[in-house]
């Protein structure tokens, strides 16, 4: 019958959800709770706080930081760290200023020779850590200092250079999609997108007559997708309407996801997370793999790198601010990332970092010493580490790691 099939189908939802959590898998619900009480307790010490107004600027502000985590989590799944995005943010903004406004290059190709700094400098991290085989904790700190003094000495007397308020970088966190039709379409568009690829994925699982995702539990996820695009969809359109930040950065989690989760090279990315010498014996090329999530990191803290100068829309020798490493790595690890390696998505970088952006907002608005929102983000980060801890030690007694 169908109403006996929609309750068997629940209820295997509820027994699986279950094996999860009681096996350590815990996914992506303590952050999203977390995300939760931060928004509803600066709601309640401040009512702006969910404005329209305030919460399109978060979701611009969120983006630069935001794909400098995407970078991190690459290098963070194969089990090392990258103490350098910071400064290799500031060295390709910095590089592209200079080209452009001091030495008249069109933007397109001084960007792009920007970006490709980064990706230099990822190369130059992953030779040294993945054939030469220095740690990659004294090899990116190595290049934290030396990346960044090659930015002070890039600018040189220039100190600080603005930038062009009507040029492509600039218009990457100031131009809106006005036309209400966008927000609605993007939202549309999600959700459609990803019920197509979850019940494509339980077809072929079927075929191969592996477990599947329960039927229910896709309705219930897509469900719950929609109505968070819609609403969010519908904020954004009582202010400017759909932020073009926000929309690359959407298409750019999208992509990386896909390949992280449905490509070769994303599967030997998890395998190295895994274990190296397991990675090793079953065929991969470590030495390839590593080097390039470090040139990955790099190219995405280039990118990074440009929206964050374009939401000032000038680049100085103070555009590397000191927390910008430390919230770029703590929006990884708050979303979702382990630090032991070998679990963590792309989305990880979208919910950390609205953590970590929301908690500022909120001390902003509430006029709280910034201090606080240090020791309030670094209580959040301990707690992330914990619970990743728990999970791994949950896993381990159900034999999954």
Request: glycine share 12%; hydrophobic share 55%; with cysteine.
């Amino acid at each position: 019958m169908p109403g006996g099939s929609s309750a068997h189908g629940a209820e295997r939802f509820t027994d699986v959800f279950g094996r999860r959590v009681g096996g350590g898998t815990f996914g992506a619900v303590p952050v999203v709770l977390g995300l939760l009480a931060i928004w509803i307790t600066f709601q309640i010490l401040n009512p702006h706080f969910l404005s329209p107004r305030n919460l399109s600027n978060l979701g611009v502000d969120i983006v630069g930081t935001g794909m400098i985590a995407i970078g991190v989590i690459f290098v963070l799944l194969i089990g090392e760290i990258d103490l350098s995005v910071g400064s290799v943010s500031g060295l390709a903004s910095a590089l592209y200023a200079v080209l452009n406004v001091n030495f008249g290059m069109p933007e397109p190709p001084a960007i792009i020779l920007g970006v490709l700094c980064g990706t230099a400098v990822g190369f130059v991290h992953g030779f040294f850590t993945a054939v030469v085989g220095v740690p990659a904790f004294v090899v990116t700190l190595a290049g934290l200092l030396g990346w960044y003094g090659l930015m002070l000495s890039i600018l040189g007397a220039y100190g600080t250079i603005n930038l062009d308020d009507q040029g492509l970088v600039a218009q990457l966190t100031n131009y809106y999609f006005s036309d209400v039709a966008a927000a609605y379409a993007l939202a549309a568009v999600g959700t459609a997108g990803y019920f197509l690829i979850a019940w494509r994925d339980v077809k072929r699982r079927r075929a191969a007559g592996v477990p599947t995702r329960p039927p229910v539990s896709i309705a219930v996820r897509t469900g719950l997708l929609a109505v968070l695009a819609f609403a969010a969809a519908y904020v954004l359109n009582q202010f400017q309407g759909l932020p073009l930040a926000l929309l690359v950065f959407v298409i750019v989690l999208v992509i990386l996801d896909y390949v992280l989760r449905r490509t070769a090279y994303g599967r030997m990315i998890f395998a190295l997370g895994g274990g190296v010498e397991a990675a090793r014996r079953a065929g991969i090329n470590v030495a390839w793999v590593r080097t390039s999530a470090f040139m990955m990191s790099s190219t995405m803290a280039a990118i990074g790198g440009l929206f964050l100068a374009s939401r000032i829309n000038s680049v100085s020798q103070t555009s590397v601010s000191t927390d910008l490493l430390m919230n770029a790595i703590a929006a990884a690890v708050i979303g979702g990332t382990s630090l032991f390696g070998g679990r963590g998505s792309t989305w990880s970088a979208l919910l950390g970092v609205l953590v970590i952006q929301s908690i500022a907002s909120g001390v902003a608005l509430l006029d709280i010493q910034t201090a606080v929102q240090f020791m309030i983000t670094g209580g959040v980060l301990l707690l992330a580490v914990v619970i990743d801890t728990l999970s791994r030690r949950a896993q381990r007694a159900h034999g999954r790691v």
